[in-house]
């Protein structure tokens, strides 16, 4: 059964800095892995998606990483801005036929000006 | 709009009382999942629609809970004999899958079951 574990649960930074989130997935036979972003109280934006056979999407400051063999996957925010700070969770889809996402419990991120 | 969207935002309800909770999907999006977010947790799977029909929904938690999607396109999530552990955020999600499958939130119906 997969399972999909984000660290650290928060995180705090100042404003300028570089910083790097982290999911893991306990089982590789992925079909994608999204990250998304969680404003309090708002819906799921997704950011980025990265296919089974990708290595890496990027998207303006955001870049994300994919590694299925030690099943990690890491979302680099460049440049952090104050605007940046929300929840962020990353999503594995299964090979399933329903094609249903396991998450992680999300990363709160802190961005302070 | 171009977007998911969901219908009501908030709804506040009495222990015991029905609800129904609706999804309108993004035209042309054959997939469509409903999922149920507690505070401080990522979502959990409820049920996926491919069309009109219930793929699969062993993510519903017992038989109080129902969806449909008649015509293929909107969805209404169905809760009977509402308990207070019912109370969350319901979100509801579409794709395409023969593109990526990549998956697009609605802005979620907050239930809260007094």
């Known amino acids: 059964k997969q399972e999909v574990t984000q660290i650290p649960a928060a995180l705090s930074v100042p404003e300028g800095e570089n910083l790097v989130l982290n999911c893991s997935f306990t089982?590789?036979?992925?079909?994608?892995l999204q990250w998304f972003r969680q404003d309090p109280g708002k819906g799921l934006t997704s950011l980025l998606l990265?296919?089974?056979s990708q290595r890496e999407q990027t998207s303006g400051r955001l870049n994300a990483s994919l590694d299925k063999s030690s099943g990690r996957s890491t979302l680099y925010i460049a440049a952090s801005q104050p605007g940046d700070s929300a929840t962020y969770l990353c999503a594995a889809q299964g090979m399933d036929s329903n094609y249903q996402l396991i998450w992680g419990a999300g990363t709160k991120l802190i961005i302070k000006p | 709009g171009a977007g998911v969207s969901q219908t009501p935002s908030n709804k506040v309800t009495e222990k015991g009382k029905y609800v129904e909770l609706r999804c309108d999907p993004i035209?042309?999006?054959?997939?469509l999942y409903w999922y149920r977010q507690s505070l401080g947790q990522g979502p959990e799977f409820l049920i996926y629609f491919q069309g009109t029909g219930a793929a699969d929904d062993s993510g519903l938690p017992n038989d109080r809970f129902f969806a449909v999607r008649p015509e293929g396109s909107v969805s209404t999530l169905k809760i009977q004999r509402t308990e207070r552990g019912d109370s969350a955020v319901y979100l509801c999600?579409?794709?395409?899958?023969?593109?990526?499958?990549?998956?697009?939130f609605g802005p979620g119906t907050r239930l809260t079951v007094l």
């Open positions: 035209s042309g999006h054959t997939a």
């Open positions: 990265i296919q089974s």
């Open positions: 089982d590789s036979a992925i079909y994608n």
């Open positions: 999600a579409s794709s395409d899958p023969g593109r990526n499958n990549e998956q697009f």
